[in-house]
């Protein structure tokens, strides 16, 4: 699959969980409005039940404190007393309690306006006609039973009862019907959820599936693609190694071969020079004989220098300087020649990983050179420093060139300064070794890494191999080096190397 296609689904799979999370949302939000809804619209069916109850409630009570007036008024029993006294009770917080429940019911409002005085005027009434009997006047509380004074009063409230009732039962059908429709769509918004969230949790099961099927997938082609990697890694490291074996192979036969011939130049240049006094010695006693010059005297050594004039002197001293030339270069390519023998002799040394006390290797180092740095008036500062392992002779000549370069192109004129510190980083040991010597220019920092090349003023003796073989020795002991720095404000080499460099790793080609 490629990168777009990958992305693409991507995006279409966080588009899908977010629409899912957004319709979730919703559908739960609108269940839970609904459901509130319909709980609250249960409360109002409740409450109507509950109006419908207190109005019967009401009702009874009056009923029983008039049969229990007639009661009294016929036997004159004290319980019938008693009976009345207790219903007369219980219709003012009756009354109280139904004015509570009707209280945001414009129309039971009014309807209770009209009912409550009559209640209490009918209890009242009811309490006269007790009095009368109890205190003997039957006839007359006879008489009032009999013309049943008060019965219009007792129907008006009865039917404005009736009215309250009406409402109640228009206000149950309508709080039901509301509290049936709410619960009906809080069940299916319910449903619904459920149903989406089922197809959701198909869809991500699918897309998990899918994802777990392309991470097989991938995961087994990047393991055939690691074994054939491994393999193509092998194969080119064997080829790389093979030729490196072959290049240093090539430069030792080419230098040695080299030898031979400079050999031969070096004989020649010096019988040349050997030639050279007899010839010039010639030439001089030929000037003499064609001129009244005196002749050498008889005791003149081989070794005396001819006495020559004009262009005979000039053609000698040409060409001795000439001769100076040859040597020179001849000096040269030796040096060249021995420095490419020891370049391939240590590249076919085989490394040896061993426990290393930094701090000591280098103060073996810094005694050797004690001498020339008090020449140069330098010190050499060293800081704490992190043992590591790896191999021995490999790190004496990456320090030694360092600190060897650091004295060697100090300013004149000012004390030296050099300093030698180190830290560890993630499995790595970095060394630094700062000057506050010439400095190098940015533009050169790569090119003192390369063979045979030298950055700056060349008033030094060396080769231009130093530091590239240090890169080499670095590299092969799996690490890196870097440099920093300026004109006239010194430099900090930077060497980098794993702190436990094991037998795995080890003598693999840079």
């Not at 109890?134 to 009032?144: C, G, K, P």
């Not at 890196?480 to 900090?492: P, Q, Y």
């Amino acid at each position: 699959m490629t990168p777009d296609a990958m992305r693409r689904r991507a995006i279409g799979q966080i588009l899908l969980l977010a629409a899912g999370l957004v319709v979730l949302t919703v559908i739960s939000a609108g269940s839970v409005y609904l459901v509130n809804r319909a709980r609250e619209d249960a409360r109002w069916v409740v409450r109507t039940v509950e109006n419908e109850n207190q109005i019967s409630f009401t009702q009874l009570q009056l009923r029983r404190a008039e049969s229990a007036q007639r009661g009294f008024v016929l036997t004159l029993q004290p319980n019938f007393q008693t009976d009345f006294e207790e219903a007369a009770s219980q219709i003012p917080p009756a009354l109280t309690r139904l004015s509570e429940l009707t209280s945001d019911n414009p129309t039971q409002r009014r309807v209770l306006d009209q009912m409550i005085p009559l209640s209490h005027q009918r209890i009242e009434e009811f309490r006269k006609t007790i009095e009368l009997a109890r205190t003997q006047r039957l006839n007359d509380a006879a008489q009032i039973v009999r013309e049943d004074v008060g019965r219009a009063a007792m129907n008006h409230i009865y039917d404005l009862a009736g009215e309250m009732r009406a409402e109640e039962d228009r206000l149950f059908v309508l709080r039901t019907t509301n509290a049936d429709r709410s619960q009906t769509l809080a069940a299916s918004m319910t449903g619904i959820g459920s149903g989406f969230v089922v197809v959701l949790a198909g869809i991500s099961i699918f897309l998990v599936r899918r994802s777990s099927r392309a991470r097989d997938e991938a995961e087994a082609l990047l393991r055939d693609n690691n074994i054939n990697l491994e393999a193509t890694v092998d194969e080119r490291t064997a080829d790389l190694r093979e030729a490196n074996d072959e290049i240093q192979r090539f430069a030792y036969i080419v230098s040695h071969d080299l030898r031979s011939p400079l050999v031969n130049i070096m004989g020649f240049t010096s019988e040349l020079e050997e030639l050279r006094g007899d010839i010039f010695k010639r030439i001089a006693a030929l000037a003499r004989a064609g001129t009244s010059a005196p002749p050498v005297p008889d005791n003149a050594t081989d070794s005396a220098e001819p006495v020559l004039e004009g262009t005979d002197k000039q053609l000698s001293e040409d060409f001795t300087e000439a001769l100076g030339f040859i040597k020179s270069s001849i000096g040269k390519m030796d040096r060249l020649i021995s420095a490419i023998l020891n370049l391939t002799r240590e590249g076919r040394r085989e490394f040896q990983p061993v426990r290393i006390d930094t701090r000591e290797l280098i103060e073996g180092i810094v005694a050797t050179v004690a001498h020339q740095a008090a020449e140069a008036d330098a010190q050499i500062r060293i800081e704490p420093l992190p043992n590591i392992v790896s191999d021995r002779l490999a790190l004496e000549q990456i320090f030694s060139n360092l600190i060897d370069n650091a004295l060697k192109y100090l300013k004149s004129g000012v004390p030296g300064d050099i300093l030698i510190r180190g830290r560890t980083k993630l499995g790595f040991a970095i060394f630094d070794v700062s000057d506050n010597g010439r400095g190098i220019d940015p533009k050169d920092h790569q090119r003192i890494f390369d063979l045979f090349r030298r950055a700056g003023t060349q008033d030094k003796p060396g080769q231009g191999i130093g530091l590239a073989h240090v890169r080499a020795l670095v590299r092969r002991l799996g690490g890196t080096m870097s440099v920093a720095s300026e004109l006239h404000t010194g430099s900090t080499f930077t060497i980098t190397l794993p702190i436990n460099w094991t037998f795995s790793n080890r003598n693999k080609a840079s």
